[in-house]
């Protein structure tokens, strides 16, 4: 059975804006958004460690934002002022275990097969 589920991705214009979405089936108690694109190492974006506050990577700091709908089970990636390096497979990922490292992907044992964004003029 799927566990995550990503969807909301896209082309857009340098400057655009898109919203991800993730939904999954049952609860974690870390999740965040990865991203991956050619010839660069899957990169984390956003993460939600239990109950702390989100920690986000400095390259979106300030223009991404992560937020989770617990009773709709679905977690979501607001992404503005898109860049042409902001292009990239887009990753959901989720985790059973509390982490210190939040934007670690070794901390999560489910992913998603991940949507595409294309940021280009």
């Known amino acids: 059975q799927v566990r995550l589920m990503e969807s909301g991705g896209g082309s857009v214009q340098p400057g655009g804006s898109l919203k991800l979405a993730c939904e999954y089936r049952?609860?974690?108690?870390?999740m965040a958004w990865f991203r991956e694109a050619p010839g660069k190492e899957r990169e984390g974006v956003a993460g939600i460690n239990g109950d702390s506050r989100p920690v986000y990577s400095d390259s979106v700091k300030g223009r991404f934002t992560i937020s989770n709908d617990d009773a709709n089970r679905t977690l979501y990636l607001q992404m503005n002022a898109l860049k042409p390096e902001d292009s990239a497979m887009y990753y959901c990922?989720?985790?059973?275990?509390?982490?210190?490292?939040?934007?670690?992907?070794?901390?999560?044992?489910?992913w998603g097969q991940g949507t595409l964004v294309t940021v280009s003029s």
């Open positions: 990922a989720a985790g059973i275990h509390w982490s210190d490292r939040p934007l670690d992907s070794k901390g999560y044992n489910f």
């Open positions: 049952y609860s974690y108690y870390v």
